[in-house]
């Protein structure tokens, strides 16, 4: 197996099974979604775009964030806590994210599309193994969190464990609990507050509830008129 790592400006890049990821929170809060019953995501780039999709499915849900705020005329902010407390069985939900969402309707070129938080990391590698073997043993991790390459960031924590898990190495527990303390020891939760519905304190255990979640959440790229999206859905192996 060939694993490489690309950065968001490099997602057309990407190649074979390529798993994005975004721990802080689109795809935490798409794996709470999934969890919850949603019958399945679809991803855009653009809010002019998650309002012209509904047009598709007039009962979807829409969740995303700007600036890490929620966007008028949606139903949930970028919250896991938020989406796990909601009703949403058998809903679609179209989400649209700064990072999360951009890196997977920019992968083009990948085989097989799989998204990826903490809370599914187990699964996704899992899954991916399977997946590579289709796709000539290359794996793409997409980190699409956006800061300088000299920061590590939540999302380079996960992409460590998911190599880690990828090529089978007895330290991949170690690799992650490393992480964890290094974001912590940067700090990197001190916004979550308890009273503010844009970053809740409930948010931190829902994003560090590790491999929570047994199933894998497989992309495909779609047209409708004139957007692409991602279409996702749960599976299990």
Avoid at 103 to 114: E, K, S
Avoid at 128 to 136: D, I, N, P
Avoid at 192 to 206: H, N
Wanted: aromatic share 8%.
């Amino acid at each position: 197996m060939e694993i490489s790592r690309v950065t968001p400006l490099q997602a057309a890049q990407a190649h074979g099974v390529v798993i994005v990821i975004d721990v802080i929170r689109a795809f935490t809060v798409a794996a709470y979604a999934f969890a919850g019953g949603a019958s399945r995501l679809w991803l855009v780039r653009t809010v002019e775009e998650v309002h012209a999709l509904r047009a598709k499915n007039p009962q979807a849900l829409l969740a995303g964030e700007i600036g890490g705020r929620l966007i008028d005329g949606f139903d949930f902010n970028n919250s896991p806590s938020q989406i796990a407390a909601a009703d949403i069985r058998g809903r679609v939900i179209i989400q649209r994210t700064g990072a999360g969402t951009q890196g997977a309707v920019n992968a083009v070129y990948a085989t097989h599309l799989l998204l990826c938080s903490l809370t599914n990391a187990h699964a996704t590698a899992l899954y991916a193994r399977k997946l590579a073997e289709s796709a000539e043993g290359l794996v793409t991790l997409l980190p699409t969190a956006a800061f300088e390459d000299s920061y590590q960031d939540e999302d380079d924590v996960c992409a460590d464990y998911l190599e880690a898990l990828l090529q089978e190495r007895d330290d991949a527990a170690e690799v992650l609990a490393g992480g964890i303390a290094y974001l912590h020891a940067i700090e990197r939760f001190q916004w979550f507050e308890p009273d503010t519905s844009d970053a809740p304190l409930a948010d931190v255990a829902a994003i560090l509830a590790t491999d929570c979640f047994n199933f894998a959440m497989v992309g495909t790229r779609k047209q409708w008129r004139d957007i692409t999206y991602v279409d996702v859905e749960k599976r299990y192996l």
